[in-house]
């Protein structure tokens, strides 16, 4: 039996940390991570506002490359989808592929995540809460599907 440790992908570079500069965002804090990606709270030195910063983990090996381009591809469909529905996503602000890796830069939302929400609230959740939450989830992937994205 393998350790799980051992098989779940890495950052193709030394994860980031705080103080880490990457062009102009200096990380504050990890504010999250999953199977594929780490999430930082960064500052952008430029333009004084906070973006989020995200470290995609990668396979290694020829994976990487196929990762990449996978990766840049759809970050353009978002950028597109986006700037024709920008109050419904999240604003992709760049892509960096460097020291650290393959970085997606995006706006930074100030608040609890779905998983935290979730969490704090007892089972079943207040149908009014659930509606919401729902809604909002339909119509960003809304936005997205009429930009011919499939998510």
Do not use: C, W
């Not at 030195?45 to 381009?69: F, T």
């Not at 109050?87 to 830069?105: A, E, N, S």
């Amino acid at each position: 039996m393998s350790d799980p440790d051992t098989t779940r992908p890495q950052p193709a570079s030394p994860p980031l940390k705080r103080g880490d500069k990457v062009e102009q965002y200096t990380i504050r804090k990890q504010v999250g991570s999953g199977g594929s990606s780490v999430v930082f709270k960064a500052k952008d030195d430029l333009l004084g506002h906070y973006v989020a910063v995200k470290q995609v983990l990668m396979p290694g090996g020829e994976g990487d490359k196929k990762l990449r381009k996978k990766i840049r591809t759809e970050a353009k469909h978002h950028k597109t989808a986006t700037k024709a529905d920008p109050k419904r996503l999240v604003q992709l602000l760049d892509v960096v592929d460097g020291p650290h890796g393959l970085l997606l830069i995006s706006e930074f939302i100030d608040g609890p995540s779905l998983e935290q929400i979730l969490a704090q609230n007892p089972l079943p959740m207040d149908p009014k809460q659930a509606m919401g939450i729902i809604a909002a989830a339909a119509m960003a992937l809304e936005a997205i599907h009429r930009q011919g994205v499939v998510h």
